[in-house]
């Protein structure tokens, strides 16, 4: 049965293979999933975008991301999403922003909220809502763990990566450490910039810096002050550059101030056979294998303490769990087996 499926990206970050946001990434791989086994996917995104499917694109934001503007971009969304399902004939609607609850439509067809983020950062609304045939789909059994008590949910669909893309890399090891990530407080790039100081290493942070005030802020005010000849901040990077970096660090930090609900990053690190030093937070208490694909540290001291033993971790080992645990095929085949089943059987309920 051929399937049409609308996807609604954050209004606020590009979807493309070479996107920074892990909703984004889950959202590109689904789409091409979509198209390969050939279904129809329409992707409601912002201009500038890049995807298998047909692009619905609304228009970009410039300059910083205030409230008006961020409303004004919601505003748009829903009525590109409206417009969409007035004139196509839709079997699902997936949504991967964090504002889905404003840019849900009022009704229509079986609609899919992937929880990207801690259950925390999305109204309680969401969480019971009141239009027909809605499903929330976790990423981790933690992260549905910490959802509201009682909220319906669909059982988790786990994160994944294009492990056969990330292994293809082979370079030589290097001495820097890398952090990669949006820069934002709870990523904790600056902690990742003082760990690898205390261990004498350099670090390379790459990332993106989203126009929101208060991402500008703590950049200029908590990272900006500790970057140095050999601690450097070098921007967003591409899959392909990203590919290389993470197969020629020493290890990859990830000292997340917030629960992960799944941790791209980490996965990533894995297919490149690199080894991953976090913070024990949500679900990077899953992703990494202590002592095995990497450690789990509490503290700066420890991960710091932890960048001097990650030549022992075995780089075969890290691939082996990655091919066996975070391939994105196996991700995406159960996303499109949901669709099935919702677009047969839309009174299908989640099981609280």
């Known amino acids: ?10 209004p606020f970050a590009p979807v493309s293979p070479d996107t920074v946001g892990g909703a984004e990434q889950v959202l590109g791989w689904i789409d091409r999933a979509l198209v390969e086994a050939g279904h129809r996917s329409l992707v409601v995104a912002s201009e500038g975008s890049r995807v298998a499917g047909e692009l619905v694109a609304t228009p970009a934001c410039e300059g ?17 999403i409206a417009e969409t399902l007035r004139r196509e004939a839709v079997d699902v609607v997936h949504l991967h922003g964090v504002d889905a609850y404003e840019t849900l439509p009022p009704s229509g067809p079986p609609a899919v909220v992937t929880l990207h983020l801690p259950p925390s950062w999305y109204p309680e609304a969401l969480f019971r809502p009141s239009r027909p045939d809605t499903f929330l789909l976790p990423v981790s059994a933690s992260q549905a763990a910490a959802c509201p008590r009682g909220a319906a949910l669909l059982e988790p669909i786990e994160n994944g990566v294009p492990v056969d893309d990330l292994a293809r890399a082979r370079h030589a090891r290097r001495s820097f450490a890398l952090f ?8 904790g790039v600056d902690a990742a910039i003082r760990a690898a100081r205390r261990a004498g290493v350099p670090l390379l942070a790459a990332g993106e810096l989203y126009p929101y005030p208060a991402h500008r802020a ?3 005010g908590e990272v900006r002050p500790l970057l140095d000849e050999a601690r450097r901040f070098i921007g967003p990077v591409g899959f392909a550059r990203k590919r290389r970096l993470l197969s020629a660090a020493r290890c990859v930090l990830i000292p997340s101030r917030v629960a992960e609900t799944s941790s791209l990053v980490a996965r990533e690190a894995a ?3 690199t080894p991953v030093i976090a913070f024990p937070n949500g ?5 990494v294998v202590d002592g095995v694909t990497g450690f789990l540290v509490d503290d700066e001291e420890q991960m710091a303490s932890a960048i001097g033993r990650a030549d022992r971790i ?6 082996a769990v990655a091919r066996e645990r975070f391939d994105a095929r196996r991700m ?10 919702l677009a047969v059987r839309p009174a299908l309920r989640a099981t609280p």
């Open 332 to 341: 995406t085949d159960a996303v499109l087996d949901l669709y099935a089943r």
């Open 1 to 10: 049965m051929s399937l049409t499926v609308l996807s609604v990206a954050y």
């Open 271 to 273: 297919a490149c056979g």
């Open 64 to 80: 910083p991301l205030t409230n008006a503007v961020l409303a004004a971009g919601r505003a748009r969304c829903r009525a590109a």
């Open 218 to 220: 703590y950049f200029e």
């Open 180 to 187: 990669l990530g949006r820069i934002c407080p709870e990523k």
């Open 314 to 319: 075995d780089p075969a080992a890290c691939r």
């Open 283 to 287: 679900a990077l208490r899953d992703a």
